[in-house]
């Protein structure tokens, strides 16, 4: 569950492994090209939906190309996803988002599903400890000032069935890695949702970012991020949480530090406190961006599965 950068890259690395996947993701986006098609086509932000999808499909990388490509110029063209277009299309012709994103996902043979947490778009706000409310997805970041809460217009919304049913029947469920107020938490904001994920007996994940997040997570620790999703949940959530250990280059730091980000501290001694398990090993790779290794990643994350059904048994 989760939305942004964050869900794709691991979903690169784990669809590899033999699991059955069910990506949900956050229609809370109102940003960009998602923003823009969102608001005059009056359909769910389709870019974290592309993203993903392009993350768990089985093509060749030039259609993979395709659905990332970005138009630069031309009048109303200039900054659409090619992807988000032919989600849009798609949703025209269907005459439904869901259903656009099921015939998608098997023209580019996804490996899973990939499913809105919403089958309708929502509108996401922050409570700033300052008492302000900031509305929208792509402002809150942008606010300045620390976050309190976020919430969901309408707090009502009902999420789709079928993320229910994956979620009732899944043997695990992960959060992250992801922005923590706008792509993480928002699927949590959907009652039902965070109701499912609460009764699930699935052995359940947090993989916590490598960097805080200007403007959503500024000098956040590991269990500050833990105690956001508590604050919002009202109960410890998370069997296992998987964070990063491995040094980060100071030429790396010093590039993240002049856009205000910084290495997340594991702080492990306040998680010991809170019993949190922990699973930390060197997951970062720097190539333009600091990634998670998708490999290592979703070899940990399997093991746990692997683990817990055999317990189960």
Same mark, same amino acid.
């Given at each position: ?5 964050g ?5 690169r690395g784990?669809?590899?492994?033999p ?7 956050? %229609? ?9 098609l969102?608001?005059?086509?009056? &359909? ?16 060749e ?5 395709? &659905?990332?490509?970005? @138009?630069?110029?031309? =009048?109303?063209?200039?900054?659409h ?5 032919i ?7 269907s005459?439904d ?12 043979? %996804?490996?899973?599903r990939?499913?809105p947490?919403?089958? =309708? ?6 409570? &700033? ?12 970041? =942008? ?19 079928e ?7 899944a ?20 009652p039902?949702?965070? *109701? ?14 490598v960097?805080? *997040?200007?403007?959503?997570t ?9 105690q956001a999703?508590?604050?919002h ?24 530090? =002049?856009q ?7 702080d492990r001694?306040? &998680?010991?406190? *809170? ?5 930390a090993?060197k997951?970062v790779? @720097? ?15 399997? *093991? ?10």
């Amino acid at each position: 569950m989760g939305g942004g950068t964050g869900l794709s890259v691991m979903l690169r690395g784990l669809k590899e492994k033999p699991l059955d996947i069910t990506a949900i993701v956050t %229609v809370a986006d109102d940003g960009g090209s998602s923003g823009i098609l969102r608001s005059e086509l009056q &359909m769910p932000p389709p870019g974290d939906i592309r993203n993903v999808l392009t993350a768990m499909a089985d093509v060749e990388p030039l259609m993979a190309d395709i &659905m990332r490509y970005r @138009f630069s110029s031309g =009048e109303g063209l200039a900054g659409h996803s090619l992807g988000n277009l032919i989600l849009a299309a798609l949703t025209d012709i269907s005459g439904d988002f869901v259903t656009a994103v099921r015939e998608l996902s098997r023209v580019f043979a %996804v490996r899973g599903r990939v499913l809105p947490a919403a089958g =309708e778009a929502v509108v996401l706000n922050a409570e &700033m400890t300052d008492g302000r409310i900031v509305t929208g997805e792509s402002k809150i970041p =942008e606010a300045g000032g620390k976050i309190k809460r976020v919430f969901l217009e309408p707090p009502d919304v009902e999420p789709l069935p079928e993320a229910l049913e994956a979620i009732r029947s899944a043997d695990a469920i992960l959060l992250g890695p992801g922005s923590l107020y706008t792509s993480i938490l928002p699927n949590l904001l959907v009652p039902k949702l965070a *109701q499912a994920v609460v009764s699930s007996s699935a052995v359940k994940m947090f993989i916590c970012n490598v960097m805080t *997040q200007p403007g959503e997570t500024d000098n956040y620790t590991v269990s500050d991020h833990l105690q956001a999703v508590y604050d919002h949940i009202g109960m410890h959530l998370f069997d296992y949480v998987i964070v990063n250990n491995g040094e980060i280059p100071p030429e790396v730091q010093r590039k993240y530090a =002049e856009q205000g980000a910084r290495p997340v501290e594991l702080d492990r001694k306040a &998680m010991e406190d *809170q019993c949190y398990k922990l699973i930390a090993d060197k997951l970062v790779l @720097f190539r333009t961006y600091l990634r998670h290794d998708t490999d290592k990643l979703s070899h940990h994350i399997y *093991q746990l599965v692997q683990d817990w059904i055999t317990r189960k048994r």
